[in-house]
């Protein structure tokens, strides 16, 4: 099968205690530390039964800051916006200096080492385009570099179908943009920090569509691109909250084959919105929660599924956890025992739903 599988996951996995500690004290040892972590979190996915596999993002502290951070012309600086709420500390949100490029290869090797430690489809996450821009907005991005927004744009465009390329080239057939703009532009308190950034935010939505439609234009006809968005993950805190309905016929118009969309919570509305999704696409369903402890019963997420075919066909579908389990080296607040529990419910309920 093709991706996304009927049974998929977001990418980050809870952090291993030597990893992190490892990490943290700047080991000498880390690479190998971190490869010896990265070939056990594969193995462990295998055997649950998972046709894709990630490195959990064991090679990365942030999920959207470590790529970000190694493009020419961004910056990292501390977080002015919304806050997360539950927690003290907050992620450094990224900026733009100068001139937008893709310079050097970004994570490729990360991917190489991914893709040597599995027989099964490896998939890789990068953020999206459209995390150079949302949390600091047009007051992030500099006048002086860019007076024109239309050449920001399609230098987030050209820096990111070269990093495609890049990834294409390495092998990589299963590609993840992880992006929270689409569904942050989903709450009013967001909508209104955008105004206050710069921006209209009854416009963003389409803008961030095209940008990622024009990055993909020249992907290899072999690799699937899926598009991964939420309402923040922080140590299992959030930031947004509102259905999908304001954004969803710009987010579905984005080029992406397939959605990876949170929908464990009220936070995230109905499934309506899945009536704008393009014939030929699919839909990962995130009915599984990846910041609580508590085990979803296989009758509850097949319940929800059902609710979610009223919408689009079955076969158009999958389930997921709704986020991944360590989108930071912090990790949400549970065990890794639960985190496997979770994906080994959402194999179990995979297959007894699309036999």
């Known amino acids: 099968m093709k991706p996304p599988f009927r049974a998929d996951h977001v990418g980050s996995l809870l952090r291993p205690p030597e990893l992190a500690h490892a990490r943290a004290s700047k080991a000498e040892d880390l690479k190998a530390i971190q490869q010896r972590a990265i070939r056990e979190v594969v193995a462990k996915q295998e055997a649950i039964g998972l046709d894709v596999v990630t490195d959990g993002e064991f090679s990365r502290d942030w999920w959207h800051l470590d790529f970000l951070a190694q493009l020419e012309g961004v910056s990292l600086r501390t977080n002015p916006g919304p806050k997360f709420g539950g927690t003290e500390e907050q992620p450094p949100i990224p900026t733009v200096t100068g001139r937008l490029r893709y310079t050097q290869p970004v994570m490729i090797e990360d991917f190489k080492f991914l893709k040597a430690s599995t027989k099964r489809t490896a998939k890789f996450t990068i953020p999206s385009p459209s995390m150079l821009h949302l949390r600091a907005g047009r007051a992030g991005i500099s006048r002086e570099a860019y007076p024109d927004m239309a050449q920001f744009w399609a230098d987030a465009a050209a820096a990111y179908k070269a990093a495609i390329a890049a990834f294409a080239k390495a092998g990589c057939t299963y590609l993840q943009l992880d992006d929270v703009a689409f569904a942050y532009l989903c709450d009013p308190k967001i909508r209104e920090a955008s105004i206050k950034n710069g921006d209209d935010p009854a416009a963003l939505p389409l803008t961030y569509a095209r940008t990622i439609t024009e990055a993909l234009k020249d992907r290899p006809a072999g690799m699937t691109i899926a598009m991964h968005t939420c309402r923040g993950n922080f140590r299992s805190a959030w930031v947004a909250e509102g259905g999908y309905e ?53 009758d509850f997420l097949k319940k929800r599924i059902a609710e979610a075919a009223r919408y689009l066909p079955l076969e158009d579908l999958c389930l997921s956890p709704q986020c991944g389990f360590s989108s930071t080296h912090h990790g949400n607040k549970l065990t890794p025992d639960e985190q496997w529990r979770k994906l080994e419910r959402v194999v179990e309920v995979a297959a007894q739903v699309w036999k």
Do not use: H, I, Y
């Open 246 to 298: 304001p954004v969803a016929e710009a987010m579905f118009s984005s080029g992406v084959d397939a959605f990876f969309m949170e929908f464990d919570t009220e936070r995230a509305g109905g499934f309506e919105p899945l009536r704008f999704v393009p014939k030929g696409k699919k839909v990962v369903l995130g009915v599984v929660s990846s910041k609580t402890a508590m085990l979803e019963s296989e």
